[in-house]
């Protein structure tokens, strides 16, 4: 069950004549395929058709830099549809979930420019009314399969790449890149998967084939530990909701778990069709963001 939420804006209309409206930004990991800019591309993701949130949009930068390099992206997709009269429900992967939790902590209490949700082809909206606001209307985030906590195929080159990306998903690297505990009181609802494989061996506890459920499950820290689903007696148990994991270690504030993967049937990838653990929140977005 999800925490109580602010009273957030309930009338279509105020004056002036202005209406709110809610919006679904869906913020991509690494990607190669997805078009920086273009919020209207979800290739990354599936079929720009299946219901995934009221009022989709993909919020693409190139996953392929640093997460400073590419966070404008983020932050221009913000200001366009969760400012002034509108508020947005966002959903995030992989690391996505390092894109939010960064323009959050670092740029969450900063002025925002209000805009008129109507991006130009680099996703750059215009103003309304040359009046600012601080932060972001945000009702809250759902994350898949969050890399947050970095991975350790990032520490160990398990990952035959060169991209700027990696560096930033070494998990002491991603556990340094911002205040995870600051999220501007917006909640983080988690989704980690466990669909593991052979060679993923390398990542503690239970894991996705890419990110560890330290990470997924928005655990506490400067390094990674191992964390299992219950049935696992041999490492400490990911625990549901806020509450502290089994041998003590704290989540994140703000971060709670929505879902643990018990049955290890979900993996990380989306493979062009809302898959893995990305289908559980895809049927959350669908069903609450509306």
């Not at 279509?12 to 991509?28: E, H, K």
């Not at 990354?44 to 058709?49: A, I, K, N």
């Not at 392929?64 to 429900?89: E, P």
């Amino acid at each position: 069950m999800r925490f109580a939420k602010p009273l957030l804006v309930a009338l279509l209309c105020i004056a002036g004549g202005v209406y709110a409206t809610n919006y679904s930004l869906w913020i991509n990991g690494r990607s190669s395929n997805a078009q920086p800019g273009n919020h209207a591309d979800f290739s990354y993701w599936g079929p720009s058709s299946t219901a995934a949130g009221v009022n989709k949009k993909s919020v693409n930068w190139d996953g392929f830099n640093r997460v400073s390099d590419q966070n404008y992206r983020i932050r221009d997709a913000l200001d366009c549809y969760c400012t002034g009269t509108n508020w947005c429900y966002v959903a995030a992967h992989s690391a996505g979930n390092l894109q939010i939790g960064y323009a959050l902590s670092l740029y969450g209490g900063s002025a925002r420019s209000k805009k008129n949700a109507s991006p130009n082809s680099s996703g750059v909206c215009g103003n309304t009314d040359g009046t600012t606001q601080t932060g972001w209307n945000i009702k809250w985030v759902d994350v898949a399969a969050g890399a947050g906590g970095g991975s350790e195929l990032a520490n160990v080159g398990s990952w035959a790449v060169s991209d700027p990306l990696t560096s930033d998903l070494k998990t002491a690297t991603a556990r340094a890149l911002y205040d995870h505990n600051q999220t501007r009181a917006k909640w983080f609802y988690m989704y980690a998967g466990a669909k593991g494989t052979l060679y993923s061996g390398v990542l503690p506890g239970q894991d996705d084939e890419a990110v560890a459920y330290h990470s997924s499950g928005g655990v506490s820290g400067s390094g990674g530990a191992g964390f299992c689903n219950p049935s696992d007696w041999l490492c400490n148990d990911l625990t549901m909701g806020t509450a502290a994991n089994e041998g003590g270690k704290a989540k994140w504030s703000y971060h709670s778990v929505a879902f643990r993967d018990n049955t290890e049937a979900f993996n990380h990838y989306t493979n062009g069709a809302w898959g893995g653990v990305v289908s559980k929140v895809r049927a959350d977005m669908a069903a609450n963001a509306n």
